[in-house]
């Protein structure tokens, strides 16, 4: 049986377009879900060189309960080193959320995550 379908129903639409779970851990009183942005670069970028150089210190958030249960995501954004531009870029979410290709849900997601990791 396929998950992902599941998965998707779950979180923020759109989600998996961007994060990979890599993670799962259910503990007596929360669920830890543990998320990684993928290696696709920024397209304003596409025309520069860019290497992916690991990650952002880890982001934690809290979600929906899940059965009676807390559940934190803990999530990491990529970054890339821009040889091009001699500078470290990383996918502006507050530009993506203003956007139209996804969700509501999934832009005020974003706009948290973002507001978190500049704390």
């Given at each position: 049986m396929n998950y992902d379908i599941f998965l998707r129903f779950i979180f923020p639409d759109g989600?998996?377009?961007y994060f990979n779970m890599v993670r799962f851990n259910e503990?007596?009183?929360?669920?830890?879900?543990?998320?990684?942005?993928?290696?696709n670069p920024p397209e304003e970028y596409q025309q520069d060189k860019l290497e992916s150089k690991g990650f952002y210190e880890e982001?934690?958030?809290?979600?929906?309960?899940?059965?009676?249960?807390?559940?934190?995501?803990y999530i990491k954004k990529r970054r890339w080193y821009n040889h091009t531009k001699e500078t470290?870029?990383?996918r502006n979410w507050l530009l993506m959320a203003q956007g139209t290709q996804i969700s509501c849900e999934f832009a005020s997601f974003l706009k948290a995550m973002d507001r978190l990791s500049r704390l």
């Open positions: 989600m998996f377009d503990l007596a009183d929360k669920v830890e879900i543990y998320f990684e942005e993928k290696n982001v934690r958030m809290h979600d929906y309960p899940m059965r009676g249960r807390s559940c934190i995501l470290y870029v990383s």
